[in-house]
């Protein structure tokens, strides 16, 4: 044997001396316990050595063959177990980030794209399409709910060439699943997913055999298999598909089915028990998402209810109050009201037998002018008694409005005032009171509220609004601030003049009885400005 042709048996060598070293091994140089290990085994030197024994009959031969094929044995079983564990390794940390996920969300449709990426993903489970059937208790249904993946080769390749260019990780593909491909997947799968509905009493049917054995079934040989519906089969096209069902606290969550519809790459017993680890997660976090749903429902229908009682209770409060005030008002306006036309009568009598050169004539003349503003005044008071009863019907904007410029343009002239209207068209027909508004309109044109400026022009729009017709009225002429306004807009509050403001606070009152929103705004360079917004249908008031 020529120990010279091969360095086995050497404790230290050179780079030159052994083929098999490559750069960043030069520690095998100086230790060769561990250059026979890593080295010699399969070094064609040594092998050619080890023959050599052989032939010369040499009995440590046999043992050291024997000792070799033992080592290789256990060397290729730990190289299996470390590429298995570096395998389990990934598995166990893709999980752990999946699950964080889904044990943070309680957004369905988030959780159903994280789980559905990650079943299809190539950094996930890697499987070519997946469906999503969830079970409707209440109508006894396994429906098809959402589906991923490709529907052709071409449309695969373009997917994997972006995914591949974007270099996403797990959470990112599925949040851009969620954003930007979630409704059109919903839809390109919309009549499979529609066929994809198994009453949950059929418990022949193999998707609710699976569902009750709480097991993931693999079907192999699907268009002969006797469990399999030949339509199940032919919907899906595929030979051999997993369904995974999903069961959270013995409850039945939904269904998955995976298949690999482009690749036809096989489905290992190693991809079913993985995803069946990832299935629980996915169903609790589905089955808690929904719940969160319905919670959110009942606590929206809950705090509707509220509202509208709250409103309900406050209405009440507001007409009892209003109904004592009408009481009250009704009672001391009728007592007032019967001496107050006597002296107007009397009055009124006297200046019309006195000749215009009696003294006199001057005193008369305000006693009747006082009269009369004092019977307005209770005009108003009985008017605000009666608006706690509208009668409405629908209306045309543009004749009230005309209707009430007619009667009130003697009176706006021999004041001064311009008034301008711009009609609407194709104004939608109002649900109002036409009484009322009439009156409410009369009293924006000619209120007494005091400062009158230069500019005594008021303009009118009307204009289809998003919650009914607009009507707005624009009045340059007065001065006044916000809070003197809103001070006026309050019945019988204390102001300047005995009535200023008065048929503005009944206008408001009238209007909100009827559901009209009723808006004044001042400013103080460009008069006071009206918005009426006047509804077009019964439900929105009743």
């Known amino acids: 044997m020529d120990q010279e042709c091969c360095c086995w ?133 396994l429906n098809g709910y959402l589906g991923i993946g490709p529907r052709n080769l071409e449309e695969a390749s373009q997917v994997w060439n972006e995914i591949v260019q974007n270099d996403m990780d797990l959470q990112t593909l599925a949040q851009n699943f969620r954003l930007n491909k979630l409704s059109s997947e919903r839809a390109k799968f919309h009549d499979l997913l529609e066929q994809l509905t198994v009453p949950l009493s059929n418990k022949e049917h193999i998707l609710i055999k699976a569902l009750d054995g709480k097991r993931p079934i693999m079907v192999e040989g699907a268009f002969q298999h006797p469990d399999v519906p030949p339509e199940l089969a032919r919907l899906l096209g595929v030979d051999t598909f997993l369904l995974m069902p999903l069961i959270s606290r013995n409850r039945r969550v ?132 009666d608006s706690l009863y509208p009668t409405r019907d629908f209306w045309d904007v543009n004749q009230l409005v005309e209707t009430v410029l007619r009667d009130t343009a003697d009176n706006l002239t021999s004041l001064g005032y311009a008034t301008t209207y711009l009609p609407g068209h194709n104004l939608s027909p109002v649900y109002i009171d036409f009484k009322q508004l009439s009156y409410c309109l009369r009293t924006v044109l000619q209120n007494d509220i005091a400062g009158i400026g230069a500019d005594r022009s008021i303009v009118i729009h009307s204009e289809n609004g998003a919650d009914g017709v607009i009507l707005m009225v624009e009045d340059h002429s007065r001065d006044i601030s916000q809070a003197e306004l809103d001070h006026l807009l309050v019945p019988f509050s204390e102001t300047r003049d005995l009535g200023a403001g008065l048929g503005l606070a009944l206008c408001k009152t009238m209007l909100e009885k009827q559901g009209v929103l009723f808006v004044a705004q001042a400013d103080a360079h460009d008069g006071i400005r009206y918005t009426i917004t006047l509804p077009t249908r019964k439900e929105e008031h009743s």
């Open 254 to 385: 939904g269904m998955i089915i995976a298949d690999n519809f482009i690749t036809h790459r096989t489905i290992t017993e190693e991809d079913m028990h993985s995803l069946e680890t990832f299935g629980f997660p996915v169903a609790f976090a589905i089955e808690r998402a929904s719940l969160y749903d319905k919670l959110q429902i009942e606590l929206n229908r809950v705090t509707e209810a509220g509202k509208k009682l709250k409103e309900q209770q406050e209405l009440i409060v507001r007409m009892e109050n209003m109904a004592l005030v009408g009481r009250i008002t009704s009672s001391i306006a009728h007592s007032v009201r019967n001496p107050l036309m006597i002296i107007g009568g009397f009055a009124r009598s006297m200046l019309k037998n006195s000749p215009a050169s009696d003294p006199k004539r001057t005193f008369i003349e305000s006693i009747v002018a006082e009269t009369r503003q004092l019977e307005g005044v209770l005009d108003e008071i009985l008017n605000y008694s």
């Open 9 to 141: 048996n050497k404790d230290g060598i050179k780079q030159a001396d052994c083929p098999e070293i490559g750069a960043g091994e030069e520690d095998l140089l100086v230790s060769k316990r561990q250059r026979n290990l890593d080295k010699c085994c399969e070094c064609p030197r040594f092998l050619h050595d080890l023959k050599q024994l052989h032939d010369d009959a040499n009995p440590l031969a046999a043992i050291l063959t024997s000792f070799l094929e033992e080592y290789r044995r256990q060397k290729n079983q730990i190289q299996s177990l470390v590429s298995f564990l570096d395998i389990k390794t990934l598995e166990i940390r893709f999980l752990h980030e999946l699950g964080s996920v889904l044990q943070s969300s309680v957004d369905l449709d988030e959780v159903l794209s994280v789980a559905l990426t990650a079943i299809t993903s190539g950094k996930g489970f890697g499987m070519n399409r997946a469906f999503l059937l969830l079970c409707d208790r209440k109508e006894g249904m």
